[in-house]
């Protein structure tokens, strides 16, 4: 799996002329491509579709005919003088004759390719096995391993840390975080008042007690990550599974993250929706078979790598290959499967094998249930760092708004820190893979505790430097919950439909329709349109910007409307004895956990009139509810 960097080539070699000897790749072929190609079809770049990164990627668009150099579509392109055809296009350097008849030659020769050469940009080789890495001296009062080598890092870069957040908003924090709530006013003072040393640890701890809190939470993560769903594409057909009943069963009971693993690899049952994926209907391209679905959706949610792009042809993103993708496909497939390359078979068929062979081997004559069970097994090796170092890295994505690789599913990505990535993920193996402990390490540290900063805008892949945790938006999942929690309303009627009562009998604990979270029910209208996805496909991180859609919905949106306009109804009728001060008070500190400042309270009394008036609370509601101080989690 290694990948050979370009920049070994002596790139200012000038073009060797054609002569009766064979042509030579590394140093005659490879600097014209560089030279001429690279900018538009080599690396990370495929400009319609065509990437030069390797051979078998020419063949895949018959860019070129092994034998027939003139007759090679590519060598056309270079001899065209049509400046809507040619290429390189109009404004670039066009190739000179003997570089042509250089690559002429070589396409006659067969086009030799040096073995294990790509065009790719990445040199780094992220490792296979976990590593502990020596963890710089404790600055005072800060020894969480993540403060010890975050507080070196910045000292590094010439940065020093954040200040830390006041009390009452990191109770909102942690709580919005950790369990996906607004924090009870009377808590959070509480906690405020308390000259306790550690009680911000306790308070992580009591947040992570809280399972059903913990659970409900957590399921907006896994149904993304493991394309689970209540409704949609498949289920009214069978060609769907669902996995619900067993992922809020596994989250209830914290299930070691390894167990995890291997019941959604060699599932039960209850499990097997994940592995089982989408069975579309009609004829699909053969990357959307389910075969190939397994393939992709392992590759990515359990190691961070892009198996998509090797489903057609090799890829020209990293160094997967697509005999590589199709035999983890293999393993899932319960008959010969044969490989196709962009669509069209090849006559070869793939033999069942795990990506990693170093750590052991999948048996491809085994039946299927082993070879599922065996995958499991090596994918939760000991050895299997990988495994650890994606799971944890998506946990800190979650927890500070960025993951230490960027973006999560890059895992062949070097990180901002190796150590801090690689220090998360041991932290998992050495407490049992358990989840909330790598929580309860991240969500201690002073790291976390800092105050927030905005990203202004995505910084180039190696200019990112870690300053401090980054502003959040809420999900749709707790927009929604957390307008419920202000205004004190339940659940719609329509929850009746959820089959709450399966989950009940699956786990001891009783789902109430009327105080269900959103996480635990079907979409809605408002919910789509603030970025709950369909999860037809995996769904890693949602979008951070506001669209136009989304800003629409809110300012005149009429699901938002309605359920303000219940919650008007609640409030008034809960406290109808309240007079506006005290209400103000009250939706301020359960929105936003802190009292109004003078302005805002001179503003909302205008707002509500005295009495109360239904419409002033509503726009009350809706101008608190607007606020980026509500929406985010800072």
Known sequence: MKTICFATLVLGLSAFTASAKDVDFHTQVAPILMKHCYECHGGTEAKGG???????????????EPGDGDGSFAIDLMRDDDPESMMPPKGKPRPTKAEIETLVKWIDQGMAWDEGFTFAKSTYEPPLEPRRPKLPKALPGRDNPVDRIIDAYLAKQGLKPQPPLDDAAFYRRASMDLIGLLPDPAEVQRFVESSDPKKHEALVDKLLTNDRGYAQHWMTFFNDLLRNDFTGTGYITGGRRSITNWLYKSLLENKPYDQFTRELLAPT????????????????????????????????????????????????????????????????????????RCDKPTGEM??????????????????????LKQLGALMTHEGNGRLTRTITNRLWHRMLGRGIIHPVDAMETKPWSEDLLDQVAIHLSDEAYDLKAVLRLIATSHAYRARSLPLEEEPEPDSYAFAGPLVKRMTAEQLVDAIRQVTQTQTTNAAKKFPAQKIEQQTGTAIDVFTTRASML??????????RPNREQVVTSRPQELTTLQALDLSNGEALN???????????????????????????????????KPAERNICRRMLGAPIKQQGLEDMLWSIFMLPEFQHIR
């Open 269 to 340: 049952p209850d499990s097997e929706g994940f592995i089982k994926g989408i069975q579309w209907r009609g004829d699909v391209n053969s990357s959307q078979t389910t075969e190939v679905q397994f393939a992709q959706n392992v590759g990515q949610v359990f190691l961070g790598i892009n198996i998509k792009c090797a489903s057609c042809h090799d890829s020209f993103l990293d160094s997967w290959s697509l005999e590589e993708s199709y035999s983890l496909a293999a393993i899932y497939s319960d008959k010969p499967l044969e490989i196709n």
């Open 562 to 596: 309605k359920m303000i306009q219940q919650g008007a109804t609640s409030l008034l009728t809960k406290h109808k004895d309240k007079s506006p001060h005290e209400v103000i008070e009250l939706v301020y500190q359960r929105a936003l956990s802190r009292d109004p």
């Open 522 to 531: 079907p979409s809605d209208f408002l919910q789509r349109a603030l970025g």
């Open 50 to 64: 065509f990437s030069i990164n390797t051979r078998a990627l020419w063949l895949d668009k018959d860019a070129a």
């Open 350 to 371: 793939a033999k069942p094998g795990w990506l990693f062979p170093e750590l052991g081997e999948v048996d491809a004559k085994a039946p299927r249930n082993e070879r």
